[in-house]
Structure formats: C-alpha cells, structure tokens
C-alpha cells in the first residue's frame, strides 16, 4: 500500500495535534494516584481535549459488525485508553477500575484536531513501585528512544523495530508482536505499518514526509497476547506486567520530528 507523504505546512498541522495531545498527558499527570478510577481520568481527558476545540478520535472508533459464526465488536466507547498492568493495550476506562499503590498505568490518546491526529502513550507508576517494575518502564521508553534515533531517511523500517527488539530482550524482557505503530496523518490508521522487531536493512525504505507512530509494548514476560471477550482489551498471555510508550514522528531530511512532545 502506498504511503502519503505530508508537506512541510501538513507537518505544522500534525504538530499542532501532538502538541495537544502532550498538554493533556501533563494535565492528567498530577491525577494519577492510587484510588482514582480510570473512569475518572477519561472525563477529565474528554473534557479538556474537547476544551481546546479538538475531539477525541478514539470514541466511537474501530466497531465491527457481527457476521455468521463471528462475534461483532463495539465501538470504542471512551476517549483514552488506560491498560492497567498486564493489560499491553485497549483497555477501557471503568467506574469500578481504583487504581492501587505500586500499579502501573498506560494511557493511549488520540486527538483530532482542525483536521489531524495527534497520537501517543505513556506509562505511568501509580505511587511507588517495584523495582523491576520501574526497570521494565525505564526499558520501554529507552525502546522507543532507540527506535526514534533509526527513524531517517534512507534507512528502513527493520532499523527500528531491530532496534527496539536487541534493547528489549537484553534486558530480558520481551516485545509484543501482533500490536504494530502505524501511519497517522488525517486519519489514526494510515500506512505504514511499523513493527517492534526485525532485522536491519529491511522492510520499506524511509522517506522525508513520512508521519507515522512509534509504540513498543514490552512484556516482563513472554510475549504472548490474549483478547477479552469486549473485542479491544489485549493482556499478557502469561498475566505479566506490560508497558507502552508511544510517539508520532515524522521523518525530515534534518532527522526524525517528534509531533507528540510539549513545546
């Protein structure tokens, strides 16, 4: 599938959305404590992307009719994303779902805004947490600077998801495979599809104007993945801890832009 590469004015744009999407991450920050809902920090993430006049995208997003001998999937119903644990991803936001002292949390967002879509996820602690637990957080967003730093044009997109893979596994952990970053632009799902393994020097060839994310999910354990029956939230097969971390970048010939960081 081909890759639509965005103009220097189309970049502006992604970076206003990111931009947005970083100040909401800041503002959930200070309410990240043990015996909050996650119900409660998806309201507060609607209300303040929809205060800045952008909406957003995840609500509503990615339902799938039932058809014979398959089961359909709901749209999904809130506007974050909070994988608590061994949750690796999709996790959705509770009334009934306290955060606990020594949890850790990764909060997806999605934003459209005037037309783009700023998109990215951090892992946070919730309180103090174990050691190793902060070591596999250190690992994931170490992953995920290692995987920016391959980001140029001319190399691939096996540079970055090898890259992340020898980090992650050195360190013991392992990376989750069937869950990929991806293009962003207009809508949240464009081409390309950007894996968090591989082998260098293969794959797509990096352009300038290419936007896409960069999300390695890292397990403490194995690799392995398991679908709730709501259709959307993935846990570690093996009920280890999970981590994420997520930027949108986008490739210039002056190196990799990072569209989801705050001024």
């Known amino acids: 599938m081909p890759v639509t590469l965005k103009s220097r004015q189309q970049l502006e744009r992604l970076r206003d959305a990111g931009r947005l999407v970083a100040q909401t991450f800041e ?80 909060i997806d967002i999605g934003v459209r805004y005037k037309g783009w879509v700023g998109d990215s996820c951090v892992t946070f602690p919730v309180g103090n947490v174990a050691a190793t637990t902060q070591r596999l957080l250190e690992t994931t967003e170490r992953c995920l600077l290692l995987g920016i730093a391959q980001a140029q044009a001319g190399n691939t997109l096996g540079d970055i998801g090898a890259a992340i893979q020898r980090y992650a596994e050195a360190q013991g952990f392992s990376v989750v495979r069937e869950y990929t970053g991806h293009g962003v632009g207009r809508n949240l799902h464009e081409e390309p599809t950007v894996l968090h393994y591989g082998e260098p020097r293969t794959g797509r060839r990096l352009m300038s104007g290419m936007v896409f994310t960069i999300e390695p999910m890292v397990n403490i354990g194995g690799s392995g993945t398991r679908l709730e029956r709501d259709g959307w939230t993935v846990r570690t097969a093996d009920g280890s801890l999970s981590a994420q971390f ?10 990799p832009l990072v569209l989801t960081l705050p001024d």
């Open 246 to 255: 997520e930027h949108a970048i986008a490739i210039t010939d002056n190196g």
């Open 27 to 106: 503002m959930l920050r200070k309410h990240i404590r043990p015996g909050v809902t996650t119900a409660e920090l998806d309201a507060l993430a609607e209300d303040f992307i929809c205060s800045r006049g952008a909406e957003p995208v995840y609500k509503g997003y990615g339902g799938v009719p039932a058809r014979r001998n398959q089961p359909g999937r709901q749209p999904f119903p809130a506007a974050i994303c909070t994988s608590v644990n061994d949750v690796i991803c999709h996790g959705i936001p509770s009334r009934r779902q306290r955060l606990r002292e020594g949890d850790i949390i990764g």
